[in-house]
C-alpha cells in the first residue's frame, strides 16, 4: 500500500466493542451509520477468519478496512478504478476492474472485495480475475448489499441473489467456504427510515439507538434467520479456490 504512514481511518473504526462506522459525517452520512455498524460486525467476523498472507484489497478506495486486517497479513497491495466516488493516495494500481488487472496469476493468499461488485458493468471479467489472482487454497471475501438504495451512480449496476453468488463461484472453480445473508426485512426497513431521517442529527441518533435496540430483541430467534434468508440486507460471501 502507498502512503501507509499518512493512511487514517475512514468509513470504518476499530473499537473495543469490534467494527463499527464511522461516525465523521465526511466519511459515513447520518442515514448510514445504521447500516455501516450491522456491516461492521459481519465483515469484521469474515475477515478475521479468513485474512491471512498477502492481501489483495479490490475496489478498495480509502482502504476502510486496513486497521482491522493490517495484523493478521503479511502485507497488502490495492487496487481500484478511475471511476470511485473515493479518491486515494495509497493505491498501488489505479485500472479498469472490467479488464484484465495488470497482476500475476496466483500471487494472492486473499482477496477483499467489499461493496464493489455491484459497481462492475462485466461482473464474470471480474470473477475470472480474482479465480486468476488468487493462490491455491486462497480465500476471496465478498460483500455485496441487496435490498439497498441506488448508490454511486451512475456506476451501479445491479443486485445479487445467494444463487448468482453461487453460480459465479461455480463458474470461475471456487468453492464456497461460507454464504450469509446479513439482516432482513427489518433492517431493510430500519435502513430506508434512517435514511429519510438523515436530514436531521437529533432524529437520526435516537433512530440508531432504537434501531440498535430492535436488532437485539430479534437476533438469533427462528423467524430471524428465515427473514434473513428471504430479504436479505447485504451478503457476505467467502469463496475459495481449491488448493492444487
Not at 464474470?124 to 480474482?130: A, F, G, P, V
Not at 439497498?148 to 459465479?168: K, M, V
Not at 435502513?191 to 437476533?219: T, Y
Request: aromatic share 10%; glycine share 8%.
Amino acid at each position: 500500500m502507498r502512503n501507509r504512514e499518512a493512511w487514517r481511518p475512514g468509513r470504518f473504526l476499530v473499537t473495543k466493542k469490534g467494527l463499527k462506522a464511522s461516525r465523521d459525517s465526511r466519511q459515513v452520512g447520518l442515514g448510514s451509520r445504521f447500516i455501516g455498524d450491522l456491516q461492521g460486525v459481519e465483515y469484521a467476523r469474515a475477515i478475521r477468519s479468513h485474512a491471512r498472507g498477502l492481501l489483495l484489497d479490490l475496489g478498495c478506495g480509502n482502504v476502510p478496512l486496513y486497521q482491522f486486517y493490517r495484523d493478521l497479513v503479511t502485507d497488502n497491495v490495492c487496487v481500484d478504478w478511475v471511476h470511485t466516488s473515493h479518491k486515494s493516495e495509497h493505491l498501488d494500481h489505479e485500472c479498469d476492474l472490467n479488464q484484465e488487472l495488470p497482476l500475476p496469476s496466483g500471487h494472492f493468499d486473499t482477496i477483499l472485495a467489499t461493496d464493489v461488485l455491484e459497481h462492475i458493468a462485466d461482473p464474470d471479467r471480474l470473477w475470472q480475475e480474482m479465480s486468476r489472482l488468487v493462490r491455491p487454497g486462497g480465500k476471496i471475501i465478498l460483500t455485496v448489499p441487496f435490498l439497498y438504495w441506488i448508490h454511486e451512480a451512475p456506476h451501479d449496476y445491479a443486485r445479487y441473489t445467494e444463487f448468482q453468488l453461487n453460480r459465479f463461484c461455480e463458474r470461475h472453480g471456487l468453492g464456497v467456504a461460507s454464504l450469509k445473508a446479513c439482516g432482513g426485512s427489518v433492517e431493510a426497513i430500519l435502513d430506508i427510515i434512517a435514511k429519510h431521517l438523515a436530514f436531521s442529527r437529533v432524529l437520526s441518533a435516537i433512530h440508531l439507538g432504537v434501531s440498535k435496540g430492535i436488532v437485539r430483541l430479534i437476533a438469533g430467534r427462528e423467524f430471524y434467520k428465515r427473514i434473513a434468508r428471504q430479504f436479505p440486507l447485504f451478503y457476505v460471501l467467502v469463496a475459495e479456490k481449491p488448493a492444487g
